[in-house]
């Protein structure tokens, strides 16, 4: 019979998007590429591979392949603006994007992919993005993201909060949920995931509402405030209910 650690490690397996160039999701991605120059245009100054993609943190139940697309500052055009371009753009071609808070997302052959359209920030290597659920302008530096989370070690449970929070339909933004991931497990050992899934849990359950979550790349970014005092309460909720099942087959399936 399998242990829970087994268990909890067979269903980070199961979901898990392996970043590879001859994986679905990553020949998803390149077929892109064209119509995203298109679009860019002059202003294009690069398309790489980013989010949890990039950070091995990608489940196939969410998004499977992120693309952040760099742009000079486009003349006469504020963030918001480019972001609605390529919103349009993308709906004039027939894709069908959704809007999600600072990407599109639209289905390639049954898979999720997520565009990111970026400015490049002219001050050093950042990006400004825009930030739809709060209607702003931000700056950020993606690839200190990306860095960060794919150098932590906890990947693991990272995709297990993941698949959690899909299958408790919760919403959480990926960067908020892997920065508290984070910070829960600081002082705890590697290489124990079930466990320490349930630390995290018990951190969402008692602390997570009142913990203020700051963007690595700039605290003046509070990624804490993109969630409403309801929306932080489901997480909280869904969390205590985990831990008082503690039935694993609950927690991640």
Not at 21 to 39: F, N, T
Not at 156 to 169: S, T
């Amino acid at each position: 019979m399998a242990t829970v650690e087994q268990y909890a490690a067979s269903m980070v397996e199961k979901y898990r998007v392996v970043p590879d160039p001859g994986s679905a999701p990553h020949r998803a991605a390149d077929e892109l590429i064209p119509l995203l120059k298109q679009w860019g245009k002059e202003h294009l100054l690069g398309i790489t591979l980013s989010g949890a993609y990039a950070k091995n943190t990608a489940i196939t139940l969410a998004s499977q392949v992120d693309m952040l697309v760099a742009l000079s500052p486009v003349p006469g055009m504020e963030m918001k603006e480019i972001f609605w371009s390529l919103f349009e753009f993308l709906t004039d071609h027939d894709l069908e994007p959704r809007t999600r808070n600072v990407s599109m997302q639209w289905q390639s052959k049954g898979l999720a992919v997520d565009v990111i359209p970026a400015c490049r920030n002219g001050k050093g290597s950042g990006h400004v993005l825009f930030n739809k659920r709060t209607g702003a302008a931000v700056q950020t530096d993606v690839a200190q993201h990306v860095h960060l989370v794919a150098n932590s070690g906890r990947q693991q449970e990272i995709c297990a909060l993941k698949i959690w929070r899909e299958r408790n339909h919760l919403d959480f933004p990926s960067l908020y949920l892997e920065l508290s991931v984070l910070r829960a497990l600081e002082s705890e050992r590697f290489g124990q995931l079930a466990d320490n899934v349930l630390v995290v849990l018990r951190y969402l359950s008692s602390r997570f509402e009142q913990a203020v979550v700051r963007d690595p790349a700039n605290r003046d970014n509070i990624l804490s405030d993109d969630l409403t005092a309801s929306d932080k309460k489901a997480i909280a909720k869904a969390a205590r209910n985990a831990l008082y099942d503690e039935n694993w087959k609950k927690i991640v399936w």
